[in-house]
């Protein structure tokens, strides 16, 4: 499908026997954001929902099997992204599955448009920049940032992100709390998408902090019903920041749930613990 960012690819089930199945309510997966990210993220997860919903899982613009624009990502370009996603594929408020930053962008998307929203599941739910301890200002985002220039761009993005040692790498030190569950398989899927032409466009933005904001200054605006998964071993934002912001609005953020032995990305780390706190979700938002 067509957005104002670039095309954006998606996965879905087609084919004998999901045509011949009376339309359904569509439930959307929306991955996370860094070196190789795509819609395989949640690809262990979605797989499980196909009998009862209609799944739409796509790779956000920059990422993935979609456009990747030359540009200068922000955040506002997800969010519009996002909203015009659901405009373009759902016919009814829907329920929305989102991880990490982009689940952040989601929020936001639900406060500016909630009537395409039924209710959100978000995993690690942070806009990198709450509380005072704000990513843009860390030594890693400060060094990509001295270094915008399409020459030295390449060249940091090709040592650093796209090879199997740097995805591995990322994984390990950044998504998991369990390297032992990072298979050949999941290096080899973020390698793909990090590989993409123009990949670097992207995943550079994010690493030099231009997708970063501060969600504590949208979440009280929220109104969507929604519950909050939180890996206690992610490395990025710590636990505490889920529970600040939990704080911020218990009339729309119902449900609260820490994960232990689980890294930044629970969808990938422990898919079986995940399906199953999504399928107790799903009624009780409802």
């Keep these: 499908m067509t957005t104002q960012l670039g095309k954006m690819a998606y996965y879905t089930a087609q084919g004998e026997p999901w045509d011949e199945a009376p339309l359904k309510e569509a439930l959307v997966f929306l991955h996370g954001l860094g070196g190789g990210s795509s819609a395989y993220e949640w690809s262990k997860v979605y797989p499980a929902f196909a009998a009862d919903y209609q799944i739409l899982a796509p790779d956000l613009v920059g990422w993935g099997r979609s456009d990747h624009p030359v ?150 605006d929220l109104t969507v019903p929604t519950a909050l998964l939180w890996g206690k071993g992610s490395e990025f934002t710590h636990p505490s920041v889920g529970r600040r912001l939990a704080e911020m609005n218990p009339q729309a953020i119902r449900y609260v749930y820490y994960l232990d032995d689980v890294g930044f990305t629970p969808q990938l780390e422990q898919p079986a613990v995940t399906i199953g706190l999504i399928r107790k979700l799903l009624p009780l938002l409802a």
Excluded: M, W
């Design 71 to 220: 540009r200068n990502y922000r955040a506002e370009d997800y969010i519009a992204s996002i909203i015009e996603f659901l405009e373009q594929t759902c016919q009814a408020p829907t329920t929305v599955i989102a991880s990490a930053l982009t689940a952040a962008f989601t929020i936001r998307a639900a406060v500016e448009r909630p009537d395409l929203f039924k209710s959100l599941i978000v995993t690690t739910a942070a806009g990198l920049a709450e509380f005072g301890k704000d990513y843009r200002k860390s030594g890693f985002a400060q060094f990509a940032q001295s270094v915008n220039a399409p020459p030295l761009n390449h060249l940091l993005y090709g040592a650093g992100v796209a090879n199997s040692f740097g995805i591995r790498s990322f994984l390990e030190q950044r998504q998991f709390a369990d390297a032992a569950r990072i298979s050949p398989e999941i290096v080899e899927a973020y390698l793909q998408s990090a590989q993409q032409d123009n990949a670097e466009y992207a995943a550079l933005s994010f690493v030099r902090g231009d997708l970063c904001f501060d969600l504590s200054q949208y979440i009280t």
